[in-house]
Structures are given as structure tokens and as C-alpha cells.
T-cell receptor
Framework: DTAVSQTPKYLVTQMGNDKSIKCEQN?????MYWYKQDSKKFLKIMFS???????INETVPNRFSPKSPDKAHLNLHINSLELGDSAVYFC?????????????FGDGTRLSIL | EDQVTQSPEALRLQEGESSSLNCSYT??????LFWYRQDPGKGPEFLFT???AGEEKEKERLKATLTKKESFLHITAPKPEDSATYLC????????????FGKGTRLSVIA
């Protein structure tokens, strides 16, 4: 009964390829997020969706495109992968965007670009 | 710009040796300060939310406190299973503001 699940767990691919990461939450939450954790373990927000609507879009290259088909799913598509995209990508969810809403994280997708 | 600085970067304790982790922050109006625990190969696990100076929260051997400039995570009589990276994050007041994380403190508790 995993709350926030991501697939795949590991992703190894060549530079220039296009890849997608999928995220699903079964908590009934309205808000979902994508974070990037780099090699220095620094966790940084990329995007946030509330009820399928994009509400946070930090300074992220256009090659990254999130998609939320429904409020339980948030996918991340990355075009033309670069070496600097190697990182761990975490999906998270919270009940809403408001006050007193802790975020619950998945276990991450480890992306390695060769 | 909202910022979070955690210290020390790494801390090694003997089992039973109590200590504190520090999280200093600057934020344009604090909505909440969050503590998370992250085990290797796992996502962050929520521990506490603090909202206003003077507030304290406890869970087993952990106690989090908050002032206007910093938060402490006190670990009393730690056990090896408390070994993890502890992350602090702040959320600014306002509309849809994101969490801003510190780099974490890597805690090792030796039996």
C-alpha cells in the first residue's frame, strides 16, 4: 500500500535521448510535486500541480515537461537529456497547497546519463 | 531570497550521546518550518511542522524547537536506528510557495 510510487526506480540512458518518469499517489491528495536532488544531496523544487493545474514552475529548462492526467498522477518527460540531468528525481504529494500540509515523498528515480 | 543553512554537515555520536542539529533560516514571513528524515536510497520522511517561535514538537527521542531565526532538532539518547540524514525546510507565507530545503545533516550513531 505504497503512498507515493515512482517508476522506474533506476534509469540509465544516453545523452540526447528522451525519457519519462511516472508518479502515482493513493493518498487522495490534491497537490503533487517534482523535486531534483543533485549529487550534493540538495533537494530543489521543480514543479507543482494542484488538481491538475500547474501552480509552481521554477527555473527549469524547457526540456522538462510535467503532465498531470488526473490529480493522482504526475509524470515528468525530459527531452534531449544532458549530462547535468543526472540526479535523483523525487515525486511528492500533499493534501492541498495550504497551511499545515506536510509533503509525502516517493523513493525517487535515479537518472544516470552516459 | 529564502535560505536554509544546516549545521553540522555530518555528526557522529555514540549510542546514548545526546546532541542537537541546527537549522538557520531567512524567509520573507514564515508559514512553516519542516523537519524530514531521509534514509539512503529513500525519499524524505516527514517528522514535524513548526509554525511560530517558541513552539516545540516531540516524537520518541526527537524534539524540535523553533525561534525567529533557527530551529533545533534535539536527539536524546540516540540509537543506531536514528542514523539518517535530517533535512530542514521552510515555506514562506503567501500564495503557492514552495518548500526550500537545507542540505541536511548526516547523522551516524555508533553502537
Amino acid at each position: 500500500d505504497t503512498a507515493v510510487s515512482q517508476t522506474p526506480k533506476y534509469l540509465v540512458t544516453q545523452m540526447g535521448n528522451d525519457k519519462s518518469i511516472k508518479c502515482e499517489q493513493n493518498l487522495g491528495h490534491d497537490t503533487m510535486y517534482w523535486y531534483k536532488q543533485d549529487s550534493k544531496k540538495f533537494l530543489k523544487i521543480m514543479f507543482s500541480y494542484n488538481n491538475k493545474e500547474l501552480i509552481i514552475n521554477e527555473t527549469v529548462p524547457n526540456r522538462f515537461s510535467p503532465k498531470s492526467p488526473d490529480k493522482a498522477h504526475l509524470n515528468l518527460h525530459i527531452n534531449s537529456l544532458e549530462l547535468g540531468d543526472s540526479a535523483v528525481y523525487f515525486c511528492a504529494s500533499s493534501r492541498t497547497t495550504g497551511y499545515n500540509q506536510p509533503q509525502h515523498f516517493g523513493d525517487g528515480t535515479r537518472l544516470s546519463i552516459l | 531570497e529564502d535560505q536554509v543553512t544546516q549545521s553540522p554537515e555530518a555528526l557522529r555520536l555514540q549510542e546514548g550521546e545526546s546532541s542537537s542539529l541546527n537549522c538557520s533560516y531567512t524567509v520573507s514571513g514564515l508559514r512553516g518550518l519542516f523537519w524530514y528524515r531521509q534514509d539512503p536510497g529513500k525519499g524524505p520522511e516527514f517528522l514535524f511542522t513548526l509554525y511560530s517561535a517558541g513552539e516545540e514538537k516531540e516524537k520518541e527521542r526527537l524534539k524540535a524547537t523553533l525561534t525567529k531565526k533557527e530551529s533545533f532538532l534535539h536527539i536524546t539518547a540516540p540509537k543506531p536506528e536514528d542514523s539518517a540524514t535530517y533535512l530542514c525546510a521552510v515555506q514562506a507565507a503567501g500564495g503557492n510557495t514552495p518548500l526550500v530545503f537545507g542540505k541536511g545533516t548526516r547523522l551516524s550513531v555508533i553502537a
